[in-house]
């Protein structure tokens, strides 16, 4: 507005209508929140259920497996067209298994609500309530959709399996098709003829191919982006360079060293791996990226660049692995047990067999590429093939021969006493050379071409899985050592001993060696047409569990069971141990009370954890019931002396006719009871030896128990004194000798009682009472002693010195005959 027009009032009708205007909008912005949250409550009420998504799940699956089946129909699918189906088929398994499992819990408790109201009534009987009805008829209804859509879902997993078994069976057919179709012998005039033949036009093609791509470079230099590629061939040479300059540095390996460490060794091996690849690689991948971002790789140039790239980085690998683990010239930093020529042989077959591979890769994608004809293709296979077999047949001769052999004596593999598997891996190579030369020969140049392929194939995982498996020993023995950080670690912070430590760690590397060696078995199996899919699918139905009947037996369950009756075992035993350490010895019990409670409690944590652990098997009371009726013939028959045992000692701990401490006497062994377990019990004899009884001998046999009601024992000391001597005087030595001992009971009394009178001697006992039958021994020895002080006993008589320098008597003179039989008896023998 001018600042020169006149300020003029707001009408009042415009106010009016502004204000209209405001509450009218108020009311829409409440009228539409209303709507929404009605619609949002009805689009919730409306929310389909698990059933509905269910169905859905199941109605979208149909149309793929129907198209895949349709699909199956053709006769002749390539191999890939089958492994796009296959993996097709899998989502569609996953996702039926994934119904039957979410359905199974609502199956479930719908027939347990049924269970809980029980059979209709029968005919005649009195109706049910209208609500019983209701509810029996919701639950019928809810039970029948649960079931109805896992039937579906079940009948679809099986179609989908069926699918699986179809295409895995046809790719067999197919690989096995293509492997054994025979062509022309490498030996036949007319496939050279025609080989010949070819020769021209095949060189034209692969002329006009090169003259194009170059061509191509042309344009891309007109059009200044070929400093792309130089960039990466620039990156290229620097990687190889630090290749260079880096392995010496990080991966040296210094003849003279003779002290390697495994951890060394493996340490050195994987570096030199490493830094034999990656670099090799890395400039691979930024050369084929540069040619495919300048789109220097055209249709028919773009697989011939892969196969030689490719294979460059293969030959980098095994040169660098076969370095690794054979360490030609260096026998202390060897992976493997052969000795330095052999190394170098096998070092020599590597370089050949990665050269040959390479060779036949480039060979093949360039014969693809210019349409080669098939004598030509044919040709070029069995040569490379029949030259990578005479290569590995030099280097089983090389190996087989010795200094003091001529080499008609090498025909056959030379195997070394002191080997174990250079018998069977000689014997394999000498079986597969044959088998490449003559598929090379009879026409069988595809089986020959895949016999090359597979031996170089399972060479380099043998090579590799020999490289890991050192890593992973030579890792987990230095953790485990005395003075490792790993060890001290684990040692002061989760207490863990050394003995233990040691048994995790063999426990781990052989978990370790199960999982790499079930991944190198899959990729060796891999060229064959056994999918690791497949492998997966069948652990996967014995892990998760497969259904006999009315019963699932699974793997999962089974170890998730032990796990559970472990836990409960480890809490039992820790039970116990406070039972025994903490709250028993602070009661006045006896300690034969005390171990018959604390064995109770571990057999009732055991019982307990046994039922939780067949409850999530499945196993309810009843079906153990009847499992225990099949084995009852068996346990009447071959385990009746462990059912006898273990009744007789639950019977000990109940009665407790012999308690732990207690002296027994069973048979002619005596000793005191240390335990008593569920099969037998334990008894340390006076010489410390352990007495393993039965319990059923304890309770059927005779057993002497010397502290059955309490621990007092009786000593008896005799005495033998000449019969001169006053036996009143005896008497009253002995009862002072017996009260003089403080382990003696005054009450009752000690007593001396003449036991025999004899010709010479009068034989004297001396019986006293102590509190504790386990000093027995010791107050005995100690009265002897001091009966054998107080009656004179001890006086020593005197013995006469022995005569210095008697001559010693002429064994040529017979001895003089003896005046008495003293002198008879000190008379020396002739």
Same mark, same amino acid.
């Given at each position: 507005?001018?600042?020169?027009?006149?300020?003029?009032?707001?009408?009042?009708?415009?106010?009016?209508?502004?204000?209209?205007?405001?509450?009218?909008?108020?009311?829409?912005?409440?009228?539409?929140?209303?709507?929404?949250?009605?619609?949002?409550?009805?689009?919730?009420?409306?929310?389909?259920?698990?059933?509905?998504?269910?169905?859905?799940?199941?109605?979208?699956?149909?149309?793929?497996?129907?198209?895949?089946?349709?699909?199956?129909?053709?006769?002749?699918?390539?191999?890939?067209?089958?492994?796009?189906?296959?993996?097709?088929?899998?989502?569609?398994?996953?996702?039926?298994?994934?119904?039957?499992?979410?359905?199974?819990?609502?199956?479930?408790?719908?027939?347990?609500?049924?269970?809980?109201?029980?059979?209709?009534?029968?005919? +005649? #009987?009195?109706?049910?309530?209208?609500?019983?009805? !209701?509810? *029996? $008829?919701? &639950?019928?209804?809810? @039970?029948?959709? /649960?079931?109805?859509?896992?039937?579906?879902?079940?009948?679809?997993?099986?179609?989908?399996?069926?699918?699986?078994?179809?295409?895995?069976?046809?790719?067999?057919?197919?690989?096995?098709?293509?492997?054994?179709?025979?062509?022309?012998?490498?030996?036949?005039?007319?496939?050279?003829?025609?080989?010949?033949?070819?020769?021209?036009?095949?060189?034209?093609?692969?002329?006009?191919? +090169? #003259?194009?791509?170059?061509?191509?470079?042309?344009? !891309?230099? *007109? $059009?200044? &982006?070929?400093?792309? @590629?130089?960039? /990466?061939?620039?990156?290229?040479?620097?990687?190889?360079?630090?290749?260079?300059?880096?392995?010496?540095?990080?991966?040296?390996?210094?003849?003279?060293?003779?002290?390697?460490?495994?951890?060394?060794?493996?340490?050195?091996?994987?570096?030199?791996?490493?830094?034999?690849?990656?670099?090799?690689?890395?400039?691979?991948?930024?050369?084929?990226?540069?040619?495919?971002?300048?789109?220097?790789?055209?249709?028919?140039?773009?697989?011939?660049?892969?196969?030689?790239?490719?294979?460059?980085?293969?030959?980098?690998? /095994?040169?660098?692995?076969?370095?690794?683990?054979?360490?030609?010239?260096?026998?202390?930093?060897?992976?493997?047990?052969?000795?330095?020529?052999?190394?170098?042989?096998?070092?020599?077959?590597?370089?050949?067999?990665?050269?040959?591979?390479?060779?036949?890769?480039?060979?093949?994608?360039?014969?693809?590429?210019?349409?080669?004809?098939?004598?030509?293709?044919?040709?070029?296979?069995?040569?490379?093939?029949?030259?990578?077999?005479?290569?590995?047949?030099?280097?089983?001769?090389?190996?087989?021969?010795?200094?003091?052999?001529?080499?008609?004596?090498?025909?056959?593999?030379?195997?070394?006493?002191?080997?174990?598997?250079?018998?069977?891996?000689?014997?394999?190579?000498?079986?597969?050379?044959?088998?490449?030369?003559?598929?090379?020969?009879?026409?069988?140049?595809?089986?020959?071409?895949?016999?090359?392929?597979?031996?170089?194939?399972?060479?380099?995982?043998?090579?590799?899985?020999?490289?890991?498996?050192?890593?992973?020993?030579?890792?987990?023995?230095?953790?485990?050592?005395?003075?490792?950080?790993?060890?001290?670690?684990?040692?002061?912070?989760?207490?863990?001993?050394?003995?233990?430590?040691?048994?995790?760690?063999?426990?781990?590397?052989?978990?370790?060696?199960?999982?790499?060696?079930?991944?190198?078995?899959?990729?060796?199996?891999?060229?064959?047409?056994?999918?690791?899919?497949?492998?997966?699918?069948?652990?996967?139905?014995?892990?998760?569990?497969?259904?006999?009947?009315?019963?699932?037996?699974?793997?999962?369950?089974?170890?998730?069971?032990?796990?559970?009756?472990?836990?409960?075992?480890?809490?039992?035993?820790?039970?116990?141990?406070?039972?025994?350490?903490?709250?028993?010895?602070?009661?006045?019990?006896?300690?034969?009370?005390?171990?018959?409670?604390?064995?109770?409690?571990?057999?009732?944590?055991?019982?307990?954890?046994?039922?939780?652990?067949?409850?999530?098997?499945?196993?309810?009371?009843?079906?153990?019931?009847?499992?225990?009726?099949?084995?009852?013939?068996?346990?009447?028959?071959?385990?009746?002396?462990?059912?006898?045992?273990?009744?007789?000692?639950?019977?000990?701990?109940?009665?407790?006719?012999?308690?732990?401490?207690?002296?027994?006497?069973?048979?002619?062994?005596?000793?005191?009871?240390?335990?008593?377990?569920?099969?037998?019990?334990?008894?340390?004899?006076?010489?410390?030896?352990?007495?393993?009884?039965?319990?059923?001998?304890?309770?059927?046999?005779?057993?002497?128990?010397?502290?059955?009601?309490?621990?007092?024992?009786?000593?008896?000391?005799?005495?033998?004194?000449?019969?001169?001597?006053?036996?009143?005087?005896?008497?009253?030595?002995?009862?002072?000798?017996?009260?003089?001992?403080?382990?003696?009971?005054?009450?009752?009394?000690?007593?001396?009682?003449?036991?025999?009178?004899?010709?010479?001697?009068?034989?004297?006992?001396?019986?006293?009472?102590?509190?504790?039958?386990?000093?027995?021994?010791?107050?005995?020895?100690?009265?002897?002693?001091?009966?054998?002080?107080?009656?004179?006993?001890?006086?020593?008589?005197?013995?006469?010195?022995?005569?210095?320098?008697?001559?010693?008597?002429?064994?040529?003179?017979?001895?003089?005959?003896?005046?008495?039989?003293?002198?008879?008896?000190?008379?020396?023998?002739?």
């Amino acid at each position: 507005m001018p600042a020169s027009a006149p300020h003029r009032p707001f009408p009042a009708a415009a106010a009016r209508t502004a204000w209209s205007g405001l509450t009218a909008l108020a009311l829409a912005l409440v009228l539409a929140l209303g709507i929404a949250i009605a619609g949002a409550g009805g689009v919730a009420a409306q929310a389909p259920g698990p059933n509905a998504e269910a169905n859905a799940v199941l109605d979208a699956a149909r149309p793929v497996l129907s198209e895949i089946e349709t699909t199956l129909q053709q006769p002749n699918l390539p191999d890939a067209e089958l492994q796009r189906l296959r993996a097709q088929v899998d989502p569609v398994a996953a996702r039926m298994r994934a119904v039957i499992e979410a359905s199974q819990p609502r199956i479930d408790a719908a027939r347990a609500r049924l269970d809980q109201l029980g059979p209709k009534p029968a005919e +005649g #009987a009195p109706a049910e309530s209208p609500e019983v009805q !209701r509810d *029996r $008829e919701e &639950r019928s209804r809810v @039970l029948a959709e /649960a079931d109805e859509i896992q039937k579906r879902a079940r009948a679809m997993l099986v179609e989908a399996d069926q699918i699986v078994t179809t295409i895995a069976d046809r790719r067999r057919a197919s690989f096995t098709q293509r492997l054994f179709a025979r062509s022309q012998s490498i030996l036949d005039p007319e496939l050279w003829l025609s080989a010949v033949e070819s020769l021209p036009r095949e060189m034209r093609a692969v002329r006009e191919l +090169g #003259a194009d791509w170059a061509a191509r470079v042309t344009d !891309r230099y *007109r $059009e200044g &982006r070929i400093w792309l @590629l130089v960039i /990466a061939l620039v990156a290229a040479v620097v990687l190889i360079v630090l290749k260079r300059r880096l392995k010496p540095e990080l991966a040296s390996r210094p003849p003279e060293a003779t002290d390697v460490t495994p951890l060394s060794r493996a340490a050195v091996a994987g570096i030199r791996v490493l830094l034999g690849t990656l670099p090799v690689a890395v400039a691979c991948f930024i050369l084929y990226a540069a040619l495919d971002a300048i789109y220097l790789l055209p249709p028919r140039v773009g697989p011939i660049a892969y196969a030689i790239l490719t294979g460059i980085g293969f030959f980098a690998f /095994a040169r660098s692995l076969g370095d690794a683990v054979l360490a030609p010239g260096v026998m202390h930093w060897r992976l493997v047990r052969v000795d330095d020529p052999t190394a170098q042989r096998l070092m020599r077959l590597i370089y050949a067999g990665s050269i040959i591979i390479l060779i036949a890769t480039i060979a093949e994608s360039v014969l693809a590429a210019v349409a080669a004809a098939l004598p030509l293709t044919v040709l070029v296979r069995g040569v490379l093939a029949a030259a990578f077999a005479l290569a590995l047949v030099g280097m089983l001769r090389a190996l087989a021969q010795r200094p003091d052999q001529s080499a008609e004596d090498c025909l056959g593999p030379y195997v070394p006493a002191e080997s174990k598997v250079a018998a069977p891996l000689r014997l394999g190579g000498w079986i597969a050379s044959l088998a490449i030369l003559g598929g090379v020969v009879f026409g069988y140049v595809s089986l020959s071409s895949f016999i090359m392929a597979q031996i170089v194939w399972v060479a380099t995982l043998s090579a590799l899985l020999v490289l890991l498996l050192a890593v992973v020993d030579a890792a987990l023995g230095a953790s485990t050592a005395e003075n490792a950080r790993v060890a001290l670690t684990l040692q002061s912070m989760v207490g863990v001993r050394r003995r233990s430590l040691e048994q995790l760690s063999v426990l781990a590397g052989g978990a370790i060696r199960v999982v790499l060696l079930a991944v190198a078995l899959l990729l060796a199996l891999a060229p064959w047409g056994i999918e690791s899919g497949d492998l997966w699918g069948s652990l996967r139905a014995a892990f998760f569990g497969f259904r006999i009947g009315d019963y699932t037996i699974s793997l999962s369950a089974i170890l998730l069971a032990a796990l559970l009756f472990g836990v409960g075992l480890g809490i039992t035993r820790a039970v116990q141990r406070w039972l025994d350490k903490r709250f028993l010895p602070a009661t006045d019990l006896d300690a034969g009370l005390r171990n018959s409670i604390q064995t109770v409690a571990g057999y009732l944590g055991v019982i307990l954890a046994a039922s939780i652990a067949f409850a999530q098997l499945g196993l309810s009371f009843d079906k153990l019931t009847i499992v225990a009726g099949a084995l009852s013939v068996g346990i009447g028959f071959g385990l009746q002396s462990i059912v006898s045992n273990f009744v007789s000692g639950l019977i000990l701990l109940g009665e407790r006719p012999i308690r732990v401490g207690d002296r027994i006497l069973v048979g002619a062994d005596e000793g005191v009871v240390r335990r008593i377990n569920v099969r037998a019990t334990e008894i340390e004899t006076g010489d410390r030896a352990v007495l393993i009884v039965p319990n059923s001998t304890l309770i059927t046999g005779v057993v002497r128990n010397r502290v059955r009601n309490d621990r007092t024992a009786r000593v008896v000391v005799t005495i033998v004194m000449p019969r001169g001597t006053d036996a009143a005087w005896v008497r009253e030595t002995l009862l002072s000798v017996a009260h003089a001992h403080r382990d003696v009971l005054r009450h009752p009394e000690p007593v001396v009682r003449l036991k025999k009178i004899g010709e010479a001697t009068l034989e004297f006992d001396l019986i006293v009472i102590v509190d504790e039958i386990d000093i027995v021994a010791r107050v005995s020895s100690d009265l002897n002693f001091a009966a054998f002080e107080r009656l004179g006993i001890g006086e020593v008589p005197d013995v006469p010195e022995p005569v210095a320098d008697m001559p010693e008597p002429d064994p040529s003179v017979p001895p003089a005959a003896p005046k008495d039989e003293a002198q008879a008896m000190l008379a020396p023998k002739p």
